[in-house]
């Protein structure tokens, strides 16, 4: 995970960056959020058509999963 501070390499765990010591928790949850509904969006794609169309919601799943996040935050 990358921190949206800094832009350093920071492990997904702990709460605040070990570099630039701000507060990652909405870090945290966007990627949780892209995580889920990119898993979703890929299931879904799946039971539609196949891998193909499984790629593409997997895709399409992350993208909506970040601007969920980053809505909820604001």
Do not use: E
Not at 16 to 30: F, I, L, R, Y
């Amino acid at each position: 995970m990358r921190c949206s501070n800094c832009g350093k390499d920071i492990p997904f765990t702990g709460k605040v960056c070990p570099w630039c010591h701000t507060d990652k928790s909405g870090d945290q949850q966007k990627y949780a959020l892209g995580f889920v509904f990119g898993m979703g969006g890929g299931v879904l794609g799946w039971a539609i058509h196949g891998f193909g169309i499984a790629l593409i919601g997997v895709f399409v799943g992350t993208i909506f999963g970040f601007v969920a996040s980053s809505r909820t935050q604001s």
